[in-house]
């Protein structure tokens, strides 16, 4: 299986800026799509931004200009620097990762068990 394991979430004023790591463990064969996804309370769960093996990167309309995502592929690793944040920011931010445990199987869908980022007005 394959295990996601979130950190860099927390409180930060608007205009402020935080960093999210995500790294992939397990019995990892590939990993070629790793995103990033939030839930605010009340609301349904949104891409934020994602990011194949090859580079390709999608972003949400409402962050763009703003977030970053980069991957360290060598270490199945996916980080999210968010700059100028906004209070709409707040919510739980959820690491994913499609991958596979071995060159025959299926690719899978993963998740983190979230970090949550505050941004105070």
């Known amino acids: 299986q394959v295990q996601l394991v979130e950190s860099g979430g927390g409180l930060v004023q608007a205009g402020g800026s935080l960093r999210l790591s995500c790294a992939a463990s397990g019995s990892i064969f590939s990993i070629n799509y790793m995103g990033w996804y939030r839930q605010a309370p009340g609301k349904q769960r949104e891409l934020v931004a994602t990011s194949t093996r090859g580079g390709n990167i999608n972003y949400a309309d409402s962050v763009k200009g703003r977030f970053t995502i980069s991957r360290d592929n060598a270490k199945n690793t996916v980080y999210l620097q968010m700059n100028s944040l906004k209070p709409e920011d707040t919510a739980v931010y959820y690491c994913?990762?499609?991958?596979?445990?071995?060159?025959?199987?299926?690719?899978?869908?993963?998740w983190g068990q979230g970090t949550q980022v505050t941004v105070s007005s």
């Open positions: 994913n990762a499609v991958a596979k445990l071995s060159m025959i199987s299926v690719p899978n869908a993963y």
